[in-house]
């Protein structure tokens, strides 16, 4: 009786083990998500200097980030990004103006995913008065005052947000994303994105915890079967 509780003792043990381990290398399983920090507005309803979260458009053409052409972003009812969701209106980001009309970025069709080697944008969609832009075709862009303007200066590829994040839940972050308007009032317009918040792992059982239990179990079988023929 004491070997097979010392050898179940020591099955549970292992699975606990393993469990703070794997809570050491956290990745971006389905359902994490990153939470957004609310941009600063001013009376206006234009973006305040240091505002935390926004995107922009170079209405200008001088492929740089002005103050004065950001929008400031708070997060929507999810909380931010969820990764591996389809997010609807609201759900991301709430609703923001530009030029008098509302937008939101949702994922309708595409949901988001990937790392810290970089998040899949493709489905990134802006929805402005009313009509939906595929804001995840492509055209990135390299502001010319990326650092400035506080954004990531690591070069940018067509679809793929710059995500800033040490691997850590619970730990901050930074996105970054550029494209160009595919189409629509603004289209060839450059358009860029800055979200900052808290990085928050979904909790998902490894493969790995999974074998070890069944390894443990499988030890506790075995050592009633040696008691009863003993």
């Known amino acids: 009786m004491n070997f097979t509780k010392t050898i179940f003792a020591l099955a549970i043990g292992s699975v606990g083990i393993m469990g703070a381990m794997s809570a050491t290398a956290a990745t971006l399983t389905n359902g994490s998500t990153l939470s957004i920090v609310t941009g600063a ?12 979260s926004w995107f922009a458009m170079d209405n200008n053409g001088d492929s740089k980030i002005q103050l004065s052409e950001k929008v400031a972003l708070a997060p929507g009812s999810d909380g931010g990004i969820v990764i591996g969701a389809n997010q609807g209106l609201g759900g991301m980001v709430a609703q923001w103006s530009f030029f008098s009309g509302p937008g939101y970025n949702y994922t309708p069709v ?3 995913t990937g790392g810290t080697g970089g998040l899949d944008f493709s489905g990134m969609t802006v929805n402005w008065n009313g009509g939906d832009i595929n804001m995840g075709a492509g055209g990135a862009w390299n502001p010319l005052n990326a650092a400035a303007a506080g954004m990531s200066t690591t070069t940018f590829t067509n679809s793929v947000a710059n995500l800033t994040w040490d691997g850590v839940s619970g730990h901050g972050y930074t996105l970054d994303y550029t494209a160009t ?4 009032s603004f289209q060839g317009v450059q ?3 800055h979200l900052t918040g808290v990085a928050t792992v979904a909790a998902v059982p490894e493969a790995s915890t999974y074998g070890m ?8 079988g075995f050592a009633v079967r040696r008691r009863k023929l003993i």
């Open 41 to 52: 507005v001013g009376s206006s309803g234009t973006a305040l200097a240091g505002t935390t």
């Open 110 to 112: 595409t949901a988001i």
């Open 181 to 184: 308007v595919p189409s629509g």
């Open 191 to 193: 358009y860029s994105m």
């Open 213 to 220: 239990m069944l390894a443990g179990l499988g030890l506790v």
